[in-house]
């Protein structure tokens, strides 16, 4: 069974290093200004002569109040009319990038993320959904794949059923943690009434996927307490849910200054709240994923997996990834085809370019063929914990281990540790192995010693 874990202390201590998530390969980090618009109309021509489905990820960066742990590109702002400027300049974009692909290009997925989507008032979720399904392909059978993050706290009965009337059929909800003294801490009060009442809206409003973020290594938090809000959770019975680290990077985001880094959960504590939380949800019937993912065994993302059909792009776990990714709004990212590029992720260098009728692409990367083949190689790996030598070699036209013949002696020492299972075949993760999946990945990673560290979270 796939979701089986096997926690070794000793063997995290020692491969628990910072390294990126994977969302893509080459990452974001390697990202640089050499491409813009040319590269991205380029690949828009591809993709419509091929035909591609797409995916649409649509950022909405405001929010009324500061989280202070979070490092999302956002603007805080209890000026509702800020969102009006914005949303002009994104239906110009919608129609700019529209206007190079096919009508008959479909789209599968959809996702609205930021900030807070529901920051925006109905009638302006109305007028962006409008300028969507005019510019795209869009389904209306409810057989796509369309999410939207929820904030409870700017959510009710109204907004559900709007958003559900608008063709949203997933909703992902930030929660965090239900401690009071943690919420107080992180400037994030939200009460599990609150919570409970968007989730039973949305199984009242026939949402197919309900999903659950939680975040681990917050200040105040203790193994007790998260236990406790772990249980309520799972009473909720999300779906999928997201038990992400938290990753305290004062330096890099102003917002987790506020955090008083005293009271965060030593590194032996913050082990033990994971440990306790991966033996609460597989104890309920959640199947581990990955990468801080659980689902219930009947959710898509488990039935991918065992099929090993399961992808990853920069929407995290997906079934999607054979679609074309379409990034909309500041600091958006798209992947087309073997491109990457990112919008600006300054507001008013987004909004002052496309005032001008240009695209605000700032940056971005095209992958070259060994990008290609280390991609394949990470999502394999990642996604489905193993790795058939043979199917690398008959996409690429390689010899798998004359290629990477420098990484063996590592990839040795990880099977002797147990990590992974290696012979001249494949490459599987073991039980052990899988919440280090990251720090298998990182060995086939080209660009890794070139980096600073600093820049990622840290594995566990």
Same mark, same amino acid.
Request: proline share 4%.
């Given at each position: ?41 380029? #690949? ?85 959904? #409008? ?5 795209? *392909? ?39 943690? =239900? ?7 992180? *400037? ?10 968007? %989730? ?65 959960? @030593? ?71 073997? =491109? ?19 695209? #605000? ?20 790996? %990642? ?44 490459? @599987? ?30 594995? %566990?």
């Amino acid at each position: 069974m796939l979701d089986a874990i096997r926690w070794d202390t000793d063997l995290i201590r020692r491969y628990d290093l910072a390294g990126p998530r994977y969302t893509s390969y080459p990452t974001a980090v390697q990202f640089d200004g050499q491409v813009g618009t040319f590269d991205l109309f380029h #690949a828009l021509r591809d993709s419509r002569k091929a035909l591609r489905p797409l995916s649409l990820y649509v950022h909405v960066p405001f929010c009324a109040n500061i989280c202070y742990y979070c490092a999302c590109n956002k603007v805080i702002t209890k000026d509702r009319g800020r969102a009006q400027p914005y949303l002009q300049r994104l239906e110009q974009e919608i129609q700019l990038i529209a206007c190079h692909l096919d009508p008959a290009q479909k789209v599968e997925q959809l996702h609205f993320g930021g900030g807070t989507p529901t920051f925006l008032s109905h009638d302006e979720l109305r007028q962006l959904m #409008a300028q969507l399904r005019k510019s795209f *392909n869009l389904l209306d059978d409810d057989s796509g794949d369309y999410g939207i993050e929820i904030d409870p706290r700017e959510a009710d009965w109204a907004t559900m059923g709007l958003l559900r009337e608008l063709g949203f059929n997933r909703v992902s909800i930030g929660l965090q943690d =239900l401690d009071p003294a943690v919420q107080r801490a992180v *400037n994030r009060l939200q009460s599990l009434e609150e919570t409970r009442a968007v %989730i039973d809206a949305a199984r009242t409003l026939q949402f197919r996927s309900i999903n659950i973020d939680l975040i681990y290594g917050l200040p105040r938090q203790t193994p007790e307490n998260f236990a406790r809000t772990v249980d309520e959770v799972i009473n909720l019975q999300p779906d999928r849910l997201s038990v992400f680290n938290y990753a305290h990077l004062p330096e890099r985001f102003m917002p987790q200054r506020r955090i008083n880094s005293d009271e965060l959960p @030593t590194p032996a504590q913050k082990l033990e709240i994971l440990q306790g939380t991966i033996e609460q949800l597989t104890q309920a019937g959640y199947r581990y994923i990955g990468m801080d993912h659980f689902a219930l065994p009947d959710d898509e993302l488990a039935i991918a997996q065992e099929e090993s059909t399961l992808q990853r792009n920069f929407q995290g776990y997906t079934t999607h990834g054979h679609c074309d990714l379409i990034g909309l709004g500041v600091s958006a990212i798209s992947q087309i085809g073997d =491109l990457y590029c990112q919008n600006s992720s300054d507001l008013n260098q987004y909004q002052n370019t496309l005032a001008s009728a240009q695209l #605000a692409t700032s940056r971005g990367l095209l992958c070259n063929a060994d990008d290609r083949l280390r991609r394949a190689v990470i999502q394999q790996l %990642i996604c489905n914990f193993s790795l058939e030598f043979a199917e690398i070699e008959h996409a690429f036209n390689i010899d798998f281990q004359g290629y990477f013949g420098e990484l063996w002696p590592q990839l040795q020492g990880m099977a002797e540790d147990g990590l992974i299972e290696l012979d001249n075949e494949r490459i @599987t993760v073991l039980p052990a192995g899988r919440l280090l999946v990251r720090s298998v990945c990182m060995v086939f990673d080209a660009y890794l010693e070139q980096q600073n560290r600093q820049r990622f979270s840290r594995v %566990i």
